[in-house]
Antibody, heavy 121, light 107 residues
Framework: EVQLFESGGGLVQPGGSLRLSCAASGFAFRDYAMSWVRQAPGKGLHWVSSISGSGGDTYYADSVKGRFTISRDNSQNTLYMEVNSLRAEDTAIYYC??????????????WGQGSLVTVSS | DIQMTQSPSSLSASLGDRVTITCRASQGIRNYLAWFQQKPGKAPRSLVYAASSLRSGVPSKFSASGSGTDFTLIISSLQPEDFATYYCQQYYTYPFTFGPGTKVHIK
């Protein structure tokens, strides 16, 4: 059974940093692209970033480029997102999502339960 | 960026009703279209990929179709567990973008 479990969220001041983690199990982690998608409270879904199975290719939404860094440790079956220079508008639930069998990075077949990041002074 | 729109934004329906949700892309996305269901306080659940392929375990009361710019999700007979918000998403090109969602309410 595929399981994704995010952690690392919390309350942070504007300009602060966090590292989000997503622990994966139930599939061959290194064989699949992974992504982060966020959802502001009461709002819709927004793609944030994706990374290839090897970790060699990364992609970002313009709104986070230069501030967020996606990475993965295939030996630990864990996906990360380093989030820096946080702004109020980054407040959201951050979901990790697994790439589907199609191989397309944006084909999300499984999602974690999410980790809430709140940016506030 | 490719803009995704959905209609209606919300709908009220009764148990057993057939429900149709439409999604339109601002430019052609071939069949790189997914549908998700999200219940309050829960993570999204993947229903459909490649515009018309149901994920494993998704009941056959869900069907989807479309290609290019216009797509449809149909729930053939609404059941209590189907009351949720439904999102479409294009993965034809970066940035991947989602529709604003369609909230299905109980009438």
């Amino acid at each position: 059974e595929v399981q994704l479990f995010e952690s690392g969220g919390g309350l942070v001041q504007p300009g602060g940093s966090l590292r989000l983690s997503c622990a994966a199990s139930g599939f061959a982690f290194r064989d699949y692209a992974m992504s982060w998608v966020r959802q502001a409270p009461g709002k819709g879904l927004h793609w944030v970033s994706s990374i290839s199975g090897s970790g060699g290719d990364t992609y970002y939404a313009d709104s986070v480029k230069g501030r967020f860094t996606i990475s993965r440790d295939n030996s630990q079956n864990t996906l990360y997102m380093e989030v820096n220079s946080l702004r109020a508008e980054d407040t959201a639930i951050y979901y990790c999502a697994k790439g589907g069998e199609s191989g397309h990075y944006g084909d999300f077949d499984y999602w974690g339960q999410g980790s809430l990041v709140t940016v506030s002074s | 960026d490719i803009q995704m729109t959905q209609s209606p934004s919300s709908l009220s329906a009764s148990l057993g009703d057939r429900v149709t949700i439409t999604c339109r892309a601002s430019q052609g996305i071939r069949n790189y279209l997914a549908w998700f269901q999200q219940k309050p306080g829960k993570a999204p659940r993947s229903l459909v990929y490649a515009a018309s392929s149901l994920r494993s375990g998704v009941p056959s009361k869900f069907s989807a179709s479309g290609s290019g710019t216009d797509f449809t999700l149909i729930i053939s007979s609404l059941q209590p567990e189907d009351f949720a918000t439904y999102y479409c998403q294009q993965y034809y090109t970066y940035p991947f973008t989602f529709g604003p969602g369609t909230k299905v309410h109980i009438k």
